[in-house]
């Protein structure tokens, strides 16, 4: 493609936003590894883990590769500090308990659906392909959370009250998945990204679709926190990402 | 499963993960051939079972079907039948074609 340099810089931005959400939430469902309800459910946090961190991969090579100089996948993983980080707000909100983390996957996994959908018809090939496979991927991880809200929701007294308390902490963050900033509308008349705010009507309906099918109440919500994609975190995000980048930067170069 | 429990209506998730039931999981490699059992797992209901034995069992090969068996759904034969139903066939050799010679002058067996 023959884009000027200003487009350069916006799609690279664009593909480190799609690298970082996928990296930081696979790196956020490792913590289960280990820890999950049942064995099955653990080998099943793991696969999904597993999935975002091989999305994330494809992503953030990509987005090196167009940048000047350009930097690898590896570099863009363990080498930027927490400001130069820049996934939506959701994905950093901390594990908490099973609910916690079922409600802000089931947040986030409605919107990637709906977000890879539109980037499989991107302009931009390199673009499309990842973003075909890892529909596939993220249309299994909807299922999974899907059920689990309904499972949590229409559960027990105190499995449906953690769900609800759940979606009361993480709707903050939804507001985020659909704001459209400078980035997005040149990606978006480029024909490459995707109308995050147009995808909203679709995603609000499917979520509280499933929310009333497990007796759940979408909150009514007054805030919607953004920063994310500018590189303001929350403190939570240093600790991920000592623990994520420990190895790489005490050991520089390091092989298996 | 308590028969006072029924799944949601409109999902057929079943509530209460905190009671898990055994099922057994077989796999199809490919169109055409018959199903076979891969092993089990843990689950509250059918959904959660099929999601489970597609994670823990088909992360490594190609898989086109699963099925999911509650597991107090199988009948099995008895260990004290064993001999009365299996070891009767042991001395009837008859029975295998191998038992019969192959005559001769036949040429497309």
Redesign the interface.
Known sequence: MNLSASCDTSLSDYLLRLGDNALILSQQLCGWCGHAPTLEEDVALSNIALDLLGQARLWLEYAGASMVPVRDEDDLAYHRDAHQFTHVLLVEQPNGNFADTQVRQFLFDSWHCLLLTELSRSTEPRISAIAIKARKEATYHLQHSSQWIVRLGDGTERSHRYAQRALEQCVDYVGELFAMDAVDHEMVRLGIGADLAALRPQWQAYVEQVLAAGNLVYPASALSVQGGRHGQHSELLVGLLMEMQHLARSYPGAQW | MPPNRQP?L??G??????E?NTWEVFVRSQNGIAHRHIGS?????S??AL??A???YT?RDAFVSLWVVASEHVISSADQDQAAWFETAHDKDYRQATYYPVPDGVQHL
Do not use: E, I, K
């Not at chain 2, 998730?13 to 905190?18: D, E, G, K, R």
């Open positions: 949601n409109r999902t998730v079943m509530s209460m993960p905190n898990l797992v843990q689950a509250s209901d959904q959660m999601q489970y597609r994670d823990v992360r």
